[in-house]
């Protein structure tokens, strides 16, 4: 496994994209997609026949030409005329039905392995840690499961079926060719390098356009989906304007690349279909001084011709298709990037299992870390604490101080450069990280609401329980109030982000999910700062209920909100700088002191000071 792979933040871009491995696109890159297309071997089987039957029935049409020429004109002939354009119409049906069979499965075929390869993606993306998504863009990632794979599908469904198609007629033709004519055949080969070599040098300033045009129109997209994710905060500054035009110089560089793209795939496609073309005319001037000499007949003429313009019009929609594949390989790269890119937590090859049933412990021994975009700034330095079944801890201090930090390390959304985190006594790096996430419910600061339904918000992680356990998680949670007063109750679909509940609201919902994860361990993350008092005060209710029975990790800033924490660990810079009770810890005078006085009312300041 090499580095690059191990270490996602390296594959990005000071833009925020995943750095190219290659300066541009080669059609290499679409040669993964043949591993899904090869999961439907049957489907395959099916399209080549198609594509045989509809190929066969093409060149036979000027066998039977040439037959109406040379032999079918004479007065005796009307019958053997008859004949032939009867066998015509055969032909024909066949050609019919083997290009509507073959358009079919391959474009079924394309669509099949497109939907499996943003299935592929898109989980992939679910697997990364955080490290990948502090760098990239959600909008730039987002044009690569939606932009990039409809150009995969364009290619890999009408355009894969007009190459083979004009494959095999290229190859048939030719080899009818030179059956049909050896000498005007040998001018045919004499003038294929000058149209092969155009369509090699100009395919790679098509590829590379390519990839430019697609990387500029991914920037459009991530800088849209930011802004509408953001739309309030636009409007409440003012800055709709400003951001229209922003979009707009976006959207016009995309549709420079796109057009410097197009003119190069144009320009290519021109100069192939004039020297084929060319070409044609020109062994067709030549094959008719054989026929005036009597090496050939007209019919033969006739039947060479008619080859050499299938030739000629395979090669030039080949050039075409070239080009679309060249786009089409770009976007395939695109998506290779994030498929080969693997995350920096996984499960280790053998995990080790978690005790059962769950003990509700957790410890930090030791343990220093940086975020990897970050390095030079310790967020942990020497970190040593743990709490025992059922105990309840209170992480306070200053912002910065790398309370959250201890968080994203307990659920493993990264590692640790030196020290080990223990829960249940088992190392964190030695266990699965699915199960051991299983055993952590969180309450945000910032409730993540999707926007679905509240019970399926409030089941989201337990997607099986049934009414009766979210109607008890809501309760419990002190929502199912607010919950029935909803036009649809529980079925009422609550926007996007939760738009349409207050900050309250969104927190309780957040509670009833952790109380129906029933997890042995809980952390909550400043679970009441954004709120009022009102709020706060039912949150504080609903947390305490959640609280009862499990082993707590509470970050807060508010000092009053943990006052009944068993224990309070003071951070500063990456460091626990004091430990103990509320009481002791005014009576030490130190950091958690100088926090109180400026936090508590001024009887609670009063009080503080007579207590040192």
Same mark, same amino acid.
């Given at each position: ?63 039977? =030409? ?54 592929? =993606? ?10 990948? !998504? ?102 409440? !500054? ?8 922003? !979009? ?365």
């Amino acid at each position: 496994m090499s580095q690059q792979h191990r270490n996602p933040e390296r594959n990005i871009s000071k833009e925020g994209r995943p750095k190219d491995r290659l300066a541009r696109a080669n059609l290499a890159a679409l040669r993964p997609l043949l591993g899904y297309a090869l999961r439907y071997k049957g489907r395959i089987a099916a399209a080549m026949g198609a594509l045989v039957i509809a190929s066969v029935a093409t060149l036979a049409v000027p066998l039977a =030409v040439r037959r109406v020429i040379d032999f079918g004109f004479g007065q005796d002939r009307a019958e053997l005329v008859s004949a032939y354009f009867g066998m015509l119409i055969l032909v024909v049906a066949l050609l019919a039905l083997g290009s509507a069979l073959r358009y079919y499965f391959v474009i079924t075929l394309g669509e099949r392995v497109v939907a499996d390869v943003r299935a592929a =993606v898109f989980a992939r993306l679910t697997s990364l840690d955080p490290a990948f !998504f502090d760098a990239a863009k959600a909008g730039e990632l987002t044009s690569r499961l939606t932009a990039d794979t409809t150009q995969i599908k364009s290619a890999f469904g009408a355009s894969i079926s007009i190459a083979l198609r004009n494959v095999v007629l290229l190859i048939g033709a030719v080899a009818l060719m030179i059956w049909t004519s050896p000498t005007l055949s040998s001018l045919v080969v004499f003038a294929l390098p000058f149209i092969v070599l155009p369509l090699v040098f100009s395919g790679r300033k098509v590829r590379r356009r390519s990839r430019i045009a697609q990387d500029r129109l991914a920037d459009a997209s991530a800088y849209a989906s930011e802004a509408v994710g953001a739309v309030r905060t636009m409007q409440a !500054f003012g800055m709709e304007g400003e951001t229209a035009r922003r !979009f707009a110089r976006a959207a016009e560089d995309a549709f420079d690349a796109a057009r410097i793209s197009t003119r190069a795939r144009a320009f290519l496609t021109g100069t192939i279909i004039f020297l084929v073309s060319s070409s044609v005319v020109l062994i067709l001037w030549y094959g008719a001084q054989g026929v005036m000499r009597g090496d050939l007949s007209a019919g033969e003429l006739s039947q060479f011709v008619l080859y050499a313009v299938f030739a000629a019009s395979a090669m030039g929609q080949l050039s075409e298709v070239y080009g679309e594949l060249a786009q089409a390989a770009g976007s395939a790269e695109r998506l290779g990037e994030i498929l080969e890119t693997l995350p920096n937590v996984a499960a280790p090859a053998n995990p080790q299992p978690l005790p059962e049933p769950p003990v509700g412990s957790l410890a930090l021994a030791g343990v220093h870390f940086t975020y990897p975009n970050r390095s030079d700034i310790p967020a942990l330095d020497g970190i040593d604490f743990a709490l025992k079944p059922g105990e309840r801890v209170a992480l306070v201090g200053p912002s910065g101080s790398g309370k959250s930090t201890v968080l994203q390390l307990l659920l493993r959304f990264y590692d640790p450069q030196q020290g080990r985190i223990l829960i249940d006594g088992v190392p964190a790096q030695r266990a699965d990280p699915a199960a051991l996430r299983r055993r952590i419910a969180l309450v945000p600061q910032e409730a993540t609401i999707f926007g679905a339904s509240v019970r399926d918000n409030i089941r989201y992680g337990q997607p099986d329980a049934d009414e009766t356990a979210v109607r008890n998680a809501a309760e419990q949670a002190s929502a199912h109030g607010f919950i029935m007063e909803m036009p649809q109750g529980y079925d009422t679909l609550i926007g996007e982000r939760g738009v349409t509940l207050s900050g309250g609201q969104r927190q309780r919902i957040a509670i009833a999910r952790a109380i129906l994860k029933d997890a042995p361990i809980l952390l909550l993350d400043e679970a009441t700062s954004a709120l009022d008092a009102e709020s706060e005060h039912a949150v504080q209710e609903a947390l305490d209920h959640l609280m009862q029975g499990r082993t707590t990790l509470v970050i807060a800033h508010r000092l009053a909100t943990v006052r009944s924490a068993d224990r309070i660990l003071v951070m500063d810079g990456g460091r626990i700088v004091e430990s103990g009770d509320h009481d002791s810890l005014i009576k030490r005078g130190g950091l958690y002191a100088r926090l109180a006085r400026l936090q508590f009312a001024d009887s609670d300041a009063a009080r503080a000071e007579a207590a040192q």
